[in-house]
């Protein structure tokens, strides 16, 4: 029965990439270099697989392969959900998410999965996972061949659950397995305090839909003891919401686009500062970012940025801003197709281009471009440059030290992390 229901997928497939072709002849449009000629190209392929291969192929697990691989060709983002990746979608979807967590940010870039963050005393960072390095195999599976869907998915768990993971690390050539336990996921306040020289510093873990609220009220509690300048750190904020994003930009700004949301099927968004919302629209402020900054924070960071209302200190940010829409397909199987992007205030996609500093800056002497890491035989840093540098620009003294993130490492967790 194989055979028969292999040669019946096959002959669908020729006369699908047929139809295509002869549609375009039809319509006189030139195929030789279009996605019709593709489709051709396609189906000889799938021919010789079926007749040549060295043992008989299960056309479905190839078909499968080739769908997954269109997809993940687009963007780091979009997938194609085979019927039962769409049903394990949809329990996920109805179920509450498990309340476990890593303590990573990941997503995908070339076709490698990399780590984005890494929040400090998670079982990530005990293990030795440092931002900047990339997971090989994620529970036996080769993450090169995984859509960022799938990734994200066993990268979830209920706390105690255990899962593998190979890495390869940045500083090192060769790779190392481990086992990471799911630890409880509890949300980390923001990390707020008063430097010397009256500057505000407060860090953001995430921009979480509460994220707005609470920072209102810290920086306040901090202006009440007269603080005359703020530096908002962003570094490593690699998860949340737009609409939070757009709520803490609009306390800043009077006026001015703030961000924007357009696709080519899809009603372009423009999100404007309102005057009325504004709360603290004249205090001197600059904000620090790094590649681990990625998706809200780099709206956040870019609106501060273009409308000439802060200085960005540090490094490119990461590059992340993409919408998927779902498409369920009639064979069971689904789409999760890119189908808008979030847009700095200058048009350009987060995608595609991040968010440059005006003032870059690494974090340490011998930090490696675009990951903010010591090459090997390096210590950790006594002295924070990102951080001075924006203490400079607020007219304060430098710290001899480096903030201490003891307050962060105390109750791990990322909202929205895996």
Known sequence: MRRP?????????????????????????????????????????????????????????VTNGALHGLLNSLDADSSYLSPSEYQQYEATRAQPRQAGTLGLVVSKRGGYAYLVDVEPGSPAARAGLHRGDILETIAGQRARYLSLYEIRHLLSGAPGQAVTLRAVHLRRTQPQSLTLTFIARNPRPILAQRLDGAIAYLRLPDLSPARPAEFAARFRRLRARSVRGLILD????????????????????????MM????????????????AQTLWPKIPMAVLVNAGTSGPAEALAAALLQNHRANLVGDKTFGEGAVQ??????????????????????????????????????RYPGALPDFDVP????????????????????????????????????????????
């Open 5 to 61: 229901r292999a040669w019946i997928i096959l002959c669908i497939s020729l006369l699908v990439a047929g139809y295509v072709v002869a549609g375009a002849v039809i319509a006189g449009k030139p195929h030789h270099h279009t996605p019709y000629r593709q489709m051709g190209v396609y189906a000889e392929v799938l021919e010789h697989i079926q007749r040549d291969y060295v043992s008989p192929p299960n056309l479905r697990k």
């Open 234 to 257: 962003l570094r490593g904020c690699g998860s949340g919401s737009y609409a939070a994003a757009a709520a803490l930009a609009n306390d800043f700004l009077r006026q001015g686009i």
């Open 260 to 275: 924007r949301l357009a696709g080519r099927h899809f009603p372009e968004q423009i999100f404007r500062a309102s005057p």
């Open 325 to 362: 829409k779902l498409f369920p397909l009639p064979q069971g199987g689904a789409l999760l197709l890119t189908v808008a992007q979030y847009e700095a205030p200058n048009g350009k996609p987060f995608e595609t281009t991040a968010v440059t500093p005006n003032i870059e800056q690494v």
């Open 375 to 418: 090459p090997l035989g390096v210590l950790p840093p006594r002295r924070d440059l990102q951080l001075n540098r924006a203490l400079e620009l607020l007219h304060a003294a430098p710290l001899a030290k480096s903030l201490s993130l003891m307050a962060e490492i105390k109750q791990p967790d990322h909202a929205g992390m895996p």
